[in-house]
């Protein structure tokens, strides 16, 4: 594994430690982060939301340049925001659908 792959990995890792404000499960988790790239201390979160109208958007979008921030390597942190392809339920993690279905939510 190479020295990106392994500061890739850790900002994964780091992103599990990020929630989403609604429920007790990381963004990760959830599905919402599509890739994660990093170029000289600058790294880029590809993700999405559930739904266009999420009130939290910015709330997350922080929470997460917050925590990427933490790391040794990282100076900057850009949020790239897409919609295509869209969310669904089929990105959630099984530790995702887990911690959903302990809270009564179904997530097939």
Same mark, same amino acid.
């Given at each position: +594994?190479? =020295?990106?792959?392994?500061? @890739?990995?850790?900002?994964w ?5 990020? !929630?989403?404000? @609604?429920?007790? *499960?990381? &963004?990760?988790?959830?599905?919402? *982060?599509?890739? *994660? @790239?990093? !170029?000289?201390?600058? &790294? %880029?979160? $590809? +993700? %999405?939301? %559930?739904? =266009?109208?999420c009130?939290?958007?910015?709330? +997350?979008?922080?929470? *997460? ?10 100076? @900057? &942190?850009s949020?790239?925001?897409? /919609?295509?392809?869209? /969310?669904? =339920?089929e990105?959630? $993690?099984? !530790? ?10 179904? =997530?097939?």
């Open positions: +594994m190479s =020295a990106t792959d392994i500061r @890739e990995h850790r900002y890792d780091a992103l599990k430690e990020v !929630n989403d404000p @609604e429920f007790p *499960i990381s &963004v990760v988790d959830l599905g919402l *982060i599509y890739q *994660i @790239e990093q !170029n000289a201390g600058k &790294v %880029t979160v $590809t +993700m %999405t939301f %559930t739904a =266009a109208s009130a939290c958007m910015q709330w +997350m979008e922080e929470d *997460i340049s917050k925590r990427l921030l933490q790391e040794p390597d990282v100076e @900057e &942190v949020i790239r925001v897409v /919609w295509d392809p869209p /969310w669904t =339920a990105r959630l $993690t099984e !530790n995702g659908r887990q911690k959903l279905k302990h809270w009564g939510v179904s =997530a097939r």
